[in-house]
Antibody
Framework: QVQLVQSGADVKEPGASVRVSCETS????????MHWLRQAPGQGGQGLEW??????????EYSQKFQGRISLTRDTSTGTVYMELSDLTSADTAVYYC?????????????????WGQGTLVTVSP | QSALTQPPSASGSPGQSVTFSCTGT?????????VSWYQQHPGKAPKLIIY???KRPSGVPNRFSGSKSGNTASLTVSGLQLEDEAVYYC???????????FGTGTTVTVL
């Protein structure tokens, strides 16, 4: 079964760092672009925000908004991908998702996210 | 990079159709045929229902259809069912500088 399973909820103090893991199963993650997104909590849901991508080459690219305090990595032996965000503030309180980019026709770039993890709530609080 | 604009809510009776928009700019929606739509039920992860403006992944009912004109994309849900009550988000590729931008979300209510 193709699925992404993320690590559990976490609570951090302002200024700390958080690392969220995303285990892949049912497919080879090194054959796909993997993304991280987040969604602030709130009634009815808040908007989704793209954080970054890790390519099949394991090269990452980040949203300009998070450049300098985000790091995406992959353990090629297990296929697990990781997101680390540093210098946390209350504005970083959100549900963080990993997601797989669908394959395009003859290309890795499908420009849509076809498999999502279950989400990890990160709460930043003193 | 601003979020794509969606109406906050849309509604219809079971069996009816509902259509709602997703407005971007000439740098995202208008520039690429890479608009996708996601359905999100409370407490769940988003689910891909439309990609490449009009295409449906395997397993998504053909009641869901997408289109685009200029800088505005639209999603139509035909033959509304109670299970279609959810928040729907559009997303557009915006190039290497601002790769992905999402819409503000539309809450669909089945009356």
């Amino acid at each position: 079964q193709v699925q992404l399973v993320q690590s559990g909820a976490d609570v951090k103090e302002p200024g700390a760092s958080v690392r969220v893991s995303c285990e892949t199963s049912g497919f080879t993650s090194t054959n796909y672009y993997m993304h991280w997104l987040r969604q602030a909590p709130g009634q009815g849901g808040q908007g989704l925000e793209w954080l970054g991508i890790i390519y099949t080459s394991d090269y990452p690219e980040y949203s300009q908004k998070f450049q300098g305090r985000i790091s995406l990595t992959r353990d090629t032996s297990t296929g697990t991908v990781y997101m680390e965000l540093s210098d946390l503030t209350s504005a970083d309180t959100a549900v963080y998702y990993c997601a797989r980019e669908r394959l395009g026709s003859g290309t890795y770039s499908g420009y849509a996210f076809d498999i999502w993890g279950q989400g990890t709530l990160v709460t930043v609080s003193p | 990079q601003s979020a794509l604009t969606q109406p906050p809510s849309a509604s219809g009776s079971p069996g009816q159709s509902v259509t709602f928009s997703c407005t971007g700019t000439s740098s995202d929606v208008g520039a690429y045929n890479y608009v996708s739509w996601y359905q999100q039920h409370p407490g769940k992860a988003p689910k891909l229902i439309i990609y490449d403006v009009t295409k449906r992944p395997s397993g998504v009912p053909n009641r869901f259809s997408g289109s685009k004109s200029g800088n505005t994309a639209s999603l139509t849900v035909s033959g509304l069912q109670l299970e279609d009550e959810a928040v729907y988000y559009c997303c557009s590729y915006g190039g290497r500088r601002f790769p992905y931008v999402f819409g503000t979300g539309t809450t669909v209510t089945v009356l």
